[in-house]
């Protein structure tokens, strides 16, 4: 399993990022994405996941402002996130887990190199 990441980047608060992550190595149908950020000092947060069946998952904090979506013919997996918070700013990652999906990070076993994200004005 192999999950590339990127689209981070730095952006001013309101405006727009959309992450991408390119999975390789397994069957899509088979696993669920997620994607996580963290910040130095605290613990990695789950902050959506897109099951295999279409289902997904939005922390609270993003709800209405985030979409999670998958091209299947590409591998890849996107986070667009819109209206943008200096408070989104972390390192964003995807990670392969279980098909129904989960918001849990010890449920992913693999993941993807990080992309910063950064919202300041």
């Known amino acids: 399993v192999q999950l590339q990441a990127s689209g981070g980047g730095l952006v001013q608060p309101g405006g727009s990022l959309r992450l991408s992550c390119v999975a390789s190595?397994?069957?899509?149908?088979?696993?669920?994405i997620g994607w996580f950020r963290q910040v130095p000092g605290k613990e990695r947060e789950g902050v959506s996941c897109?099951?295999?069946?279409?289902?997904?998952y939005y922390v609270d904090s993003v709800k209405g402002r985030f979409t999670i979506s998958r091209d299947n013919a590409k591998r890849t997996y996107y986070l667009q996130m819109n209206s943008l918070k200096p408070e989104d700013t972390a390192v964003y990652y995807c990670?392969?887990?279980?098909?129904?999906?989960?918001?849990?990070?010890?449920?992913?076993?693999?993941w993807g190199q990080g992309t910063q994200v950064t919202v300041s004005s």
């Open positions: 990670a392969a887990g279980p098909r129904y999906g989960s918001s849990r990070t010890a449920d992913f076993g693999s």
């Open positions: 190595g397994f069957t899509l149908e088979n696993f669920a």
């Open positions: 897109l099951s295999s069946g279409g289902r997904t």
